[in-house]
């Protein structure tokens, strides 16, 4: 091979390092990195309300009742996935680690043929809409020493979804509100009224 033959060989070596080189200053100040002014991470506090300082109060839910009325049977099955880990649903099966729910809309509060904690055995009555609310909510608020560790469902669309599905899984349902029902009086009579 002759010098000519290797001095073509060489520059195309350097040519090409030479563009990997410019290559790589220009992406280097495309993308450089640019240091922040405080170094760390902002850390989101939520601001406490100091001892004897009134509490913002909570939002409420909107009565049982209207939520009730516009509830949806067939979300509320979904909602009951959430559930299924620990409880039957179906007349006639067997407890899990928490009992069967069939009939739990208006049956008694630990009545079912199982193993109830001593908090949950103390409860007085029987299973109301308003009571399987706000225990579906935070059942340890409600019932403070039960034994279910289920965290409770936040939105109250989906627990009247899920109370209107339950009292579906009975031999006698509960009767639900209307949202006729629930419409102010004045409302009904223009309804009533002829036009």
Known sequence: MDSFEINKILGAVLGCCLALLSLNIAAG???????????????????????????????????????LASADATRGEQSAKKCAACHTFAKGEPNRVGPNLW??????????????????KAAKGNWTLEDLDV????????????????AGIARASERADLITWLNAQSDNPQPLPKAAELAPASDRRAEMTPR
């Open 103 to 120: 009939g739990i809309v208006g049956r008694a509060k630990a009545a079912a043929s199982f193993n109830y904690s001593a908090a949950m």
């Open 135 to 150: 225990y579906l909510k935070n059942p340890r608020g409600m019932v403070p020493g039960t034994n279910m560790t289920f």
């Open 29 to 67: 100040a495309l993308f450089t990195p640019h240091a922040p002014a405080k170094p760390g991470y902002d850390v989101v506090v939520q601001k406490q309300a100091a001892p004897g300082e009134p509490a913002a109060p909570a939002v409420a839910d909107e009565p049982i009742a209207k939520r």
